[in-house]
């Protein structure tokens, strides 16, 4: 057996006898009532026939209300005047230090008194050192201990009674048996080394008894039920349990494998029903320990022998399962049950490998588990959650995350790759900027995000990214889609109507010329306002970009020209001429051939000026009519007027519209005395059709 402690031990002692009767005769502690009517019951004589030897016999039990276990031993004292009376050293050892004792040093403190007069000494207690060990157990003979330990653990809930031979070392053996015992369990067992009639009384059942023959012991016949016999006269060698053989090897104390011992030292302390509990118990020690390989669904169903259950043992269980299972390989229903069931026990109980090794086990065997561990308010189970998270697939963590969305969050905090699939952007608004929160708190928030966001079919992505990457994701945007592609159309316009609210980023991106094909220009326009402000008042992003554009406008040229065309004539753009070069003729052209688009049409039609009645059926002219009043109200330079790209006939409609204003006579004059100045013969017909007009109007106003 394995020493416990070497400190000195302080033991109280009582010596009762007689005097007028069985009495306490002195004593170094003051006890309570009912301790001490117990000690003086069981310091009497422990039967009424058959003679005690010299040697006395040994008595053990428990006295709870003091806390301490009395150990007597009682001597025939045949000097009294009256038959039967007995000396009984009663030495009484805490709870606390029972744990310290593992020889028989204790009984070297037992001292029968020379006579009457020698009780004095007794008033004082006794010191018990450690230090010195008496090793007379291993001269024991091991068959009677192997028979009692088998009687004692495999009928725990009856009295053991063995039957014994003269100069038989029974106090030993009592002792050495309860020597072996956990300190739980020996600080509840009662024995005696000689009885001739059971000393169990009112529920306090002894354990064990040694009487020196049945023939002799009185009240055999009653309760028969309750009583196991070992007689060491006449059993025979039998095999006994492997256990039973292995501690009592344990008892000695040159053993040097204390395994079973230490092990019912460390779980025995949980334990409830005393000797009932130690088979149990050393089965647990043979799978757990004794055993090459440890059978989990043999640990589990010891452990859940006890109830309760022994805490610290089904924390054992659970180590190994954890340590030995295969996370490669399902775990079967009842070991998953028993994990998950008992998982809290572990909780400071481990290492960070074992964490992680737990998350594998529970994440590959019932996943289910692991979003319940997120939201649980033990850092422990959150701690397995986060571990599991960084195992799982973007896809994994969605599909068990269906139920509740806001749980991929606490995933994506463990393991930010989890953003890296376009399906994680497909999840609601909310949970969208949360993701976005989270990313950005670790600075992980990138182009690769930016590219993920971009892949989404999310009505809702657009403008989380736009929020939070602004321009970027705007110019990812018209970088990666072709507005020539009908599919990329539907996604070009989502992004943009997310980018409404943000105006300067669509003008930003037009003005940088990001925006290289026509169409993708138009679409853009169809989410600004015509009359939004210019970045510059020196010039127009919208005149940089659609000298940089390329390709047709196809089914926006009516919505594309009447914007740029509205600009023009509301006065917001700094260069209005070139809005008006690139956008009159087009739609002059198609109301001419009466093709309209109603809601282009709208939006232009409210930026033009009033005509007569008579005239306003005619579209064209309405339109003609805007564009000379924004060239004479504006001034516009004559160089843009001259080379405006409309056929001439138009241009002749445009000359006589401003012919019927004194202020469209002088802007036509500027442009004749810029001719003067700037001689062109390309455009000799156009300065002709001025000429005439200035000359008519002239001759009109002196007539």
């Known amino acids: 057996m394995s020493i416990r402690s070497q400190e000195p031990i302080l033991v109280h002692q009582l010596l009762h006898g007689y005097e007028d009767g069985h009495r306490l005769l002195s004593g170094s502690k003051k006890v309570d009532g009912i301790s001490a009517k117990t000690i003086l019951t069981l310091s009497d004589l422990s039967g009424q ?10 008595t053990g039990y428990p006295l709870s209300q003091i806390g301490a276990y009395a150990i007597a031993r009682t001597w025939p004292a045949p000097e009294m005047s009256r038959p039967g009376c007995v000396w009984t050293q009663t030495l009484l050892v805490d709870f606390s230090d029972l744990v310290s004792l593992d020889d028989f040093s204790l009984l070297k403190l037992f001292r029968r008194p020379l006579d009457a007069s020698d009780t004095f000494s007794y008033d004082n207690s006794l010191i018990l050192d450690n230090k010195f060990k008496d090793n007379r157990i291993q001269q024991l003979p091991s068959r009677p201990i192997l028979d009692l330990m088998e009687a004692l653990y495999k009928y725990p809930n009856v009295s053991v009674f063995a039957q014994i031979k003269e100069n038989f070392p029974v106090d030993e053996i009592a002792f050495a048996l309860w020597l072996q015992q956990w300190p739980k369990l020996r600080r509840n067992f009662r024995f005696c080394t000689w009885v001739t009639s059971d000393r169990s009384r009112y529920g306090d059942q002894f354990d064990l008894q040694f009487v020196p023959s049945k023939s002799i012991f009185l009240g055999q016949k009653r309760n028969e039920d309750e009583k196991f016999w070992v007689d060491f006269v006449t059993t025979s060698n039998n095999n006994m349990d492997n256990i039973l053989n292995v501690w009592a090897k344990e008892l000695s104390p040159t053993s040097e494998n204390n395994s079973l011992t230490n092990f019912l030292w460390r779980f025995g302390a949980e334990a409830n029903y005393g000797r009932a509990d130690f088979i149990n118990l050393s089965l647990a020690w043979n799978v757990l320990v004794s055993a090459s390989y440890v059978n989990i669904e043999a640990a589990i169903e010891v452990a859940e022998r006890f109830t309760p259950q022994i805490t610290s043992l089904t924390r054992q269980v659970l180590k190994e399962l954890i340590h030995f299972s295969d996370i490669n390989k399902k775990l079967k229903k009842s070991v998953l049950k028993y994990l998950v069931d008992y998982l809290h026990l572990l909780e400071g109980h481990v290492a960070e490998d074992d964490i992680t090794k737990i998350a594998q086990i529970v994440w590959h065997n019932a996943p289910k588990f692991i979003w319940t561990f997120f939201q649980s308010n033990s850092l422990f189970f959150q701690d397995i959650a986060s571990s599991a998270a960084k195992l799982m697939t973007p896809e994994s963590a969605l599909q068990g995350s269906k139920d509740d969305p806001w749980l991929f969050c606490y995933a994506l905090e463990a393991n930010l790759k989890l953003a890296n699939s376009s399906s994680v952007w497909e999840s609601p608004y909310p949970i969208l900027t949360r993701i976005v929160e989270i990313l950005n708190k670790h600075n992980k928030i990138n182009d690769e995000t930016l590219s993920f966001m971009l892949d989404s079919e999310s009505k809702e992505v657009p403008s989380v990214a736009i929020n939070f990457f602004g321009q970027k994701a705007v110019d990812a945007v018209l970088e990666r889609f072709d507005c020539n592609k009908i599919s990329d159309q539907h996604i070009i316009n989502k992004w943009l109507f997310a980018a409404e609210s943000h105006p300067q980023l669509l003008l930003t991106a037009v003005d940088q010329c990001k925006v290289k094909n026509m169409r993708t220009l138009a679409l853009i326009a169809s989410h600004v306002k015509y009359y939004s402000p210019p970045l510059s008042s020196a010039r127009d992003e919208w005149c940089r970009a659609i000298n940089k554009a390329e390709g047709e406008l196809g089914n926006y040229l009516w919505q594309f020209h009447s914007f740029l065309l509205a600009r023009a004539i509301i006065g917001v753009s700094p260069e209005p001429a070139v809005l008006i070069n690139f956008s009159f003729e087009p739609l002059h052209r198609n109301l001419l051939a009466a093709i309209i688009d109603t809601n282009a ?26 564009v000379m009043q924004t060239f004479i109200n504006n001034e516009l ?4 007027f001259i080379e405006l790209q409309i056929d001439d006939m138009t241009f002749k409609k445009m000359v006589m519209i401003a012919g019927f204003s004194s202020k469209g006579i002088s802007y036509l004059e500027k442009v004749l005395e810029w001719n003067r100045a700037n001689p062109n013969e390309a455009s000799c017909y156009r300065f002709d059709i001025i000429r005439k007009m200035v000359k008519k109007n002239i001759r009109n106003w002196f007539s």
């Open 49 to 58: 026939s058959g003679n005690i030897q010299p040697t006395g016999y040994l």
């Open 601 to 626: 049409w709208k939006m232009i039609e409210s930026v033009l000026p009033e005509v007569s009645v008579w005239s306003s059926w005619d579209l064209a002219h309405r339109l003609r009519v805007g």
């Open 637 to 640: 330079s004559p160089k843009s």
